[in-house]
């Protein structure tokens, strides 16, 4: 392979073959299209930055009071449909299942909180904020594994009822109880209910009603993959669901004084006074969550894909966001509509295509020549206004050394700014292309030994990432536990935590992620690190091999 010309349709999957690109120094032709707007990047190894290195501008967001209690759009009903599938059936799952898979979990959480002495963390680590992370987290895996655990399909169904209640009418309910129809806002001394805000009415479950029962099929099939348990043939059919439904108890709404909405306006109470600290709630529920060792069957967390129309993930949503819609008297969408806006999906026109495709070829040819850098250029293009903008490619951005400025304490000390120098090895800085490629079958000992005696450099950690979403610490001077591993090889340690079990396989390297200091106990960056510790074997053609810069 010598060079890679993609067309994607979303940034995860474009940073994803940037990486690979990157990794392994192959040069990348990068293009996307919106509508009318076109764009094409040419990225050549230790020439130019990587798709990576830039960052899109935002877009003005939602605020979140208005995703979730005062909504006047149907966009604003699919964003908090799309929020709460990835909420439930995508990031709890994943948090269970990395309790269940980490015995270390409660001990790495309780690190990002307290010090060994059981103090709140302060300085550079806030153990206040990581707390509230964790919580969510935490509050994740002991619904998961707890209180929402079904243990067959009927549960499931008599789960997405349950939860029809509380979005549809507990929700809105409360919220009516907090800022009734004549509430002031305190602010302003006018009506709470002013536009834009929309007076909300809770729904009854009505099991006639098409986009109520489509709800509760779709949430009770997504809960029962999440669960891995087996659905009936007819997991489509309301009759297979209406049986269930007649046996669901549903308790009647009692408010509560204790509930605290932020309306983003003022006139809302103040939050409730007197209950536990975010830490000592941490705290109690680590020290109260499941055994581990449990019984918990086959776990799995849903990606989001709007493209398949088999696996009720637009379902959920679109069926969602009407009835959110219905709450406040927005207008409904149709499921095509709903995949539209929840996809975040601008229709492709052929034009537009066709003339990014074109200025793509045009750099294609220019890399087969080998032509000079000065000879490539990016592409801007609107085809609504028209315009068209054509111009040399970024360099790839140095790594310098530098002094950075930071507050530790943003919110009791914003005034006190802390310095803190970094250093880089090589001295005259790196680009991301740049690596440093560490060879032979060695231990973790020989590994750290090698960057003292060769590079003068002192290894503070060595970290390995198993996958996306995993990532293992082999050695740290500070975790007493992590010692052991060094009379150990390095390939045997990766492999032990299951770093040749993702498609990739075993390719004879993989990449380190460590920290250094340097002779002068200086913190220090260093290009990309690699351990190459076998040559291509076992038949299988590898990548070629990685070439030190």
Known sequence: LDGVANALDNVKARRYVDEQCVAYGKS????????????????????TANYGSRTDPEGGGTPECALHNFPHTIHHCLSLARSEFIGTFTNAPSHALKYVQDPDYV???????????????????????????????????????????PDSFEDCICWARLAFEEYFVNKIAQLIYNFPADAKNDRT?????????????????????ATHINFIISAANLKATEYSIPVPKANRDPATFLKVLEGVKVAPFKPSDGVFIDSGTGGQPKAPTGGKDITEELSDML????????????????????DDDTNFHMDFISSFANLRAR???????????????AGRII??????????????????????????L?????????????????????????????????????????????EEEIAVYPPEGFTVWDKHVVQGDITLQDFVDWWKNKHKLTVTSVTVGI???????????????????????????????????????????????????????????????????????????????????
């Open 347 to 372: 229709p492709a026109l052929a034009t537009t295509t066709s003339m990014v495709t074109g200025f793509v070829c045009l750099e294609m040819v220019k890399l087969v020549h080998q032509t000079g």
């Open 189 to 209: 001394g006018g009506p709470f209910w002013a536009p834009p805000k929309l007076f909300p009415h809770p729904l009854k479950f009505d099991p006639t009603d």
């Open 28 to 47: 990348l032709l990068e293009s996307g299209t919106m509508g009318t707007k076109g764009n094409t990047q040419v990225i050549i190894p230790h020439l």
């Open 287 to 306: 020290n109260n969550l499941p055994a581990r060792s449990g019984n918990y069957g086959t776990l799995f967390s849903n990606e989001f894909e709007k």
């Open 107 to 149: 001990a790495a959480v309780r690190k990002q909180v307290w010090d060994e002495n059981g103090s709140v963390l302060s300085g550079k680590v806030n153990g206040r904020a990581n707390a509230g992370v964790a919580l969510e987290e935490v509050k994740h895996v002991v619904d998961c594994l707890m209180t929402s655990r």
């Open 327 to 341: 709450n406040y008297q927005i207008d409904e969408v149709d499921k095509l509509q709903a995949k539209l806006i």
């Open 467 to 549: 996958t996306n979403e995993k990532a293992v610490i082999l050695y740290n001077p500070f975790f007493p536990n992590t010692k052991k591993n060094l009379p150990q090889k390095m390939s045997e340690l990766f492999k032990q935590h299951g770093g040749f079990d993702t498609p990739a396989g075993d390719r004879g390297m993989f990449g380190v992620d460590c920290l250094f200091e340097n002779a002068d106990g200086v913190d220090t960056e260093v290009a990309r690190v690699v351990m190459q510790y076998a040559e291509p074997g076992d038949g299988e053609e590898r990548a070629r091999k990685i070439q030190k810069v």
């Open 374 to 418: 000065e000879k490539f250029r990016d592409l801007q293009a609107n085809l609504a206004l028209p315009q068209y903008f054509q111009y040399a490619p970024e360099p790839a951005k140095k790594v310098v050394s530098r002094v950075e400025k930071k507050i530790p304490d943003p919110i009791h000390h914003p005034d006190y700014v802390m």
